[in-house]
């Protein structure tokens, strides 16, 4: 009962997940702190929602209503819509995408066919081919601490954000967290996790975990449910 999630790899460059997710009954969860940008898609008997929604910064307690089914695409880091900077969707400022017809989008003052769950790629696949969706190749350089020697520090920290919708440090934080709260949920150790995740102390673990999952690192690896992808 509840909160059902499923998620597996995606086949094209541009998408690093397809996933889904349904609620038979309201359930409340946490949805952690992410870098990612993503697509997603909300039902409810015929009436469908299109959400365009930016990284986030902090972990959000929501809920799942009754009986709505949920699915869409996480975005590979430095994939966007110009139309829509992810900044401008950060912290569940969604953008929502006008449905006039229940079965089609409007975007880019084109109208689109209202993708399901198994093809939500080909959605996809054609926002790239016109031009809507767009990567930015020097991101994954730039994420690594790289900067092109054609940049400058301040044009390569603008591109960045303006690709991803926070800054390299901020995503650094991001996916430091992440991967703590992994390794917490499986069961490490919290020493071993400060350690292994570069965090000073317990007490710097303990304050991320917050922040980024809203949970203790202690509730964490009992195994309280969260929302990360």
Request: charged letters at 20%; aromatic letters at 8%.
């Amino acid at each position: 009962m509840g909160l059902t999630f499923g998620a597996v790899a995606g086949e094209l460059p541009l998408v690093r997940r397809v996933w889904s997710a349904s609620c038979d009954a309201a359930t409340g969860f946490t949805s952690a702190a992410k870098g990612s940008s993503m697509i997603a898609f909300a039902r409810n008997g015929g009436r469908v929602t299109v959400h365009l929604r930016g990284p986030e910064t902090r972990a959000t307690r929501l809920t799942c209503p009754e009986d709505w089914e949920f699915f869409g695409v996480e975005l590979r880091l430095g994939a966007y819509l110009p139309l829509f900077p992810p900044s401008g969707l950060a912290d569940l400022n969604d953008a929502l995408l006008p449905t006039p017809s229940g079965n089609r989008i409007l975007l880019d003052n084109r109208d689109w066919e209202m993708p399901t769950e198994q093809n939500v790629d080909v959605f996809v696949n054609r926002l790239v081919r016109a031009g809507l969706l767009f990567f930015d190749p020097l991101v994954d350089e730039i994420r690594q601490g790289e900067r092109p020697r054609a940049l400058s520090e301040r044009t390569a920290q603008v591109r960045f954000r303006r690709a991803v919708g926070v800054s390299r440090r901020k995503l650094v934080s991001i996916e430091q967290a992440q991967r703590a709260a992994q390794l917490l949920s499986a069961g490490e150790l919290i020493a071993d996790v400060v350690t292994g995740c570069g965090y000073y102390d317990q007490p710097q673990l303990a304050r991320a975990m917050r922040w980024a999952t809203g949970h203790t690192p202690g509730e964490l690896r009992s195994g309280i449910p969260f929302l990360a992808f």
